[in-house]
């Protein structure tokens, strides 16, 4: 019974941490992300709207996230909200007319391009990016 406990409790803490991550997708052209929960804590890079976090921990108006490469920053709510987005996560991603890699290449595209993903088809996301290029992209490429 004391096993079951000690056990019991381990999975209570582990899903108290995942609780708390909640997927959410810069909404504005640029976001300032920064060192600390405030204005003036250090800019550390810049990123473009429909970039994907994972929000970690709230302290008043700023989230503090983990992003695709396990990097972490602060960014203020106001730049954030709940729309679904994917990153490339690998170099030369080939995003493509129609689900399928047989159908035609539009334009490839590095690792770390966000989009926010309009449909899914199967493991074929429909995306558009910022600018408005739009096209598919396979799951398996995009975080």
């Avoid at 170099?91 to 989009?115: A, Y």
Wanted: proline share 3%; aromatic share 10%; glycine share 6%.
């Amino acid at each position: 019974m004391k096993r079951y406990s000690i056990a019991l409790t381990v999975l209570i803490v582990l899903c108290a941490g995942t609780v708390m991550a909640e997927r959410l997708t810069i909404i504005a052209p640029v976001a300032n992300i920064r060192s600390g929960p405030d204005a003036k804590s250090d800019l550390l890079w810049k990123v473009e709207k429909y970039y994907p976090i994972i929000v970690v921990k709230k302290s008043g108006s700023w989230y503090q996230f983990r992003d695709f490469e396990e990097d972490s920053g602060w960014v203020h709510k106001s730049l954030v909200g709940k729309v679904k987005a994917i990153i490339t996560k690998k170099d030369l991603c080939n995003i493509r007319s129609q689900p399928g890699t047989k159908s035609k290449i539009l334009f490839t595209v590095e690792k770390g391009i966000p989009f926010k993903v309009l449909k899914t088809e199967g493991r074929w996301l429909n995306i558009e990016h910022a600018d408005g290029d739009r096209g598919w992209i396979h799951d398996s490429l995009v975080w």
